[in-house]
């Protein structure tokens, strides 16, 4: 497997999230050291491959993230005259590590949001899907179906799948859907997310948390801590713009379609953020991946 294969399969993702797309970057690594250790291993490719990583997706810290996490794992096992096989099982670990994080993120939102009986949440997340499976007994949910690519619908049907009562709505009406239905909680991920606790995610995301926090909606952040951004400042943050297609199917002279597909949603919105590690409350001082400081 060529290592850049799958940084490219990463950069091209759009139905996965970010923290699937992290796991699946420690992929890359792993196949540079299957494909070069030892003799043909270079210290520079591995610090080209770290950069390829974090620069295919600026919006989602958690790739680089991953990609400085690998680059110690290799180092160490380089410094210590590690096997193949044994720097392999070590990368193996990390995307484990990695994984289950998700999970007991969700395990520790649905202890913290037990008291909940109505929901919404916004386009797709992992971490999210994770937090409903694990609530139990069956919560109303109102989903959104996520513009321009209608991700909310594979949330919408996840979730109903699993006995929920789902309610699906355009982006536009979680406003009013909120007031209508009862919602007591907007319960979403993040891409990345600063450590004062600004959020990168879909975009649509600030908006709902200020329209709905104006009718008293509890606004939590379910996310892990690989997705803590400690090199970022709010006015630094780079959003993604994605192809203007898939908002104008078709050329309108003097219209230029601006595809923006995430926001940063300011932590005075915010009331919780629940990750592995344990729920935090404002103000601010998220901790990082493992402790350290990527």
Not at 57 to 69: V, W, Y
Not at 146 to 165: D, F, V
Not at 191 to 202: A, F, Q, T
Not at 234 to 241: G, I, M, N, Q
Request: charged residues 25%.
């Amino acid at each position: 497997m060529d290592p850049y294969l799958v940084v490219e399969e990463v950069r091209r993702d759009k139905a996965r999230g970010a923290l699937e797309l992290a796991s699946r970057s420690v992929d890359a690594f792993i196949a540079l050291v299957q494909e070069r250790w030892p003799s043909e291993f270079s210290p520079r490719e591995l610090a080209h491959l770290r950069e390829a990583v974090a620069a295919c997706r600026p919006s989602m810290s958690p790739l680089r993230n991953a990609a400085e996490a690998c680059f110690r794992v290799v180092e160490a096992c380089r410094a210590e005259g590690a096997t193949k096989s044994e720097a392999v099982d070590c990368l193996e670990e990390l995307k484990r590590r990695i994984e289950v994080s998700r999970s007991l993120a969700a395990e520790r939102a649905a202890e913290e949001l037990s008291w909940t009986r109505t929901f919404l949440t916004h386009s797709l997340s992992s971490t999210i899907i994770e937090l409903f499976r694990a609530l139990k007994p069956a919560r109303t949910v109102v989903v959104t179906e996520a513009r321009p690519l209608l991700e909310g619908l594979a949330t919408a049907r996840g979730l109903a799948s699993m006995g929920h009562r789902v309610k699906l709505i355009a982006d536009s009406s979680a406003y009013q859907a909120s007031r209508i239905f009862g919602v007591e909680v907007f319960v979403f991920g993040a891409d990345s997310i600063l450590r004062g606790g600004h959020v990168v995610n879909k975009s649509g995301t600030a908006q709902i948390s200020i329209a709905v926090k104006s009718v008293g909606v509890t606004n939590v952040v379910v996310c892990e801590s690989i997705k803590v951004d400690v090199h970022s400042s709010p006015s630094d943050v780079h959003l993604e713009v994605k192809e203007p297609e898939e908002l104008l199917k078709e050329s309108v002279p003097g219209v230029e379609a601006f595809n923006l597909y995430f926001d940063l949603t300011d932590p005075e919105f915010l009331d919780l953020v629940v990750m592995e590690v344990g729920a935090f409350k404002p103000p601010f001082n998220l901790p990082t991946f493992g402790g350290h400081s990527p």
